[in-house]
């Protein structure tokens, strides 16, 4: 799947929840600040400039905190620890990510919500390479991406449980990284 499919699912995945959202005729109290964290899970593809490649996967943690401005619409930001990986040819890269993204909420039922973000993924990803004859070979870079995701919300009061799947496809390195979290989240206001 390029990249460009992948970003129009994530766009039109979104409108869709935002139609439905509006049409939703009885929704939860979902309005006000939360904050949440949790654990991934982490697959990811990395490719450096010297084409050496690598696909790995590795347990993760992060934060999330936002604020839902009526029971349909947010914003969010977090961060999201990408990953420690180690490849061949002596590879080891390590990222983190922080976003700042819209949020886009369905109340499909009492105590169930379907939900997607859509935003600005700031992805720093450091390489490390010890290639012989040359010595260790290190590279440092960032860029901000458009990156997304969706999820399921179950609804316990101030409590929340929620597990989600995000991608983030950058160009640092060529780094694509799929992430599902299961976390909890608590509502300050109810």
């Known amino acids: 799947m390029t990249i460009l499919k ?5 766009v039109g ?32 593809n990395f490719q450096d ?20 401005f009526n029971d349909i619409l947010g914003l969010e930001g977090g ?14 890269v390590d990222a983190d990510a922080f976003w700042l993204a819209g949020v886009a909420n369905w109340s499909v039922a009492e105590q169930f919500d379907l939900y997607a973000k859509l935003g600005a993924f ?5 390489s490390d390479q010890f290639i012989p004859g040359v010595g260790q070979i290190s590279e440092d870079d960032d860029k901000t991406e458009l990156g997304g995701g969706v999820g399921a919300e179950w609804d316990l009061g101030n409590w929340n449980l929620f597990l989600e799947y995000n ?7 060529d780094l ?3 992430a599902i979290a299961f976390g909890v989240k608590y509502e300050f206001s109810r």
């Open 122 to 126: 700031f992805v720093n990803a450091k």
């Open 13 to 44: 995945g979104a409108a869709v929840l935002l139609a439905f959202g509006a049409l939703a005729v009885h929704a939860d109290d979902d309005t006000g600040w939360y904050l949440g964290a949790g654990v991934t899970r982490l697959d990811t």
């Open 167 to 173: 991608r983030i496809d950058t160009s640092v390195n």
């Open 6 to 10: 992948t970003k129009k699912m994530i």
């Open 79 to 92: 961060w999201l620890d990408l990953g420690d990986y180690e490849g061949g040819s002596g590879i080891r």
């Open 49 to 68: 400039v010297d084409d050496l490649d690598f696909d790995d996967s590795d347990n993760a943690f992060f934060i999330k905190g936002g604020y839902m």
């Open 176 to 178: 694509r990284i799929d």
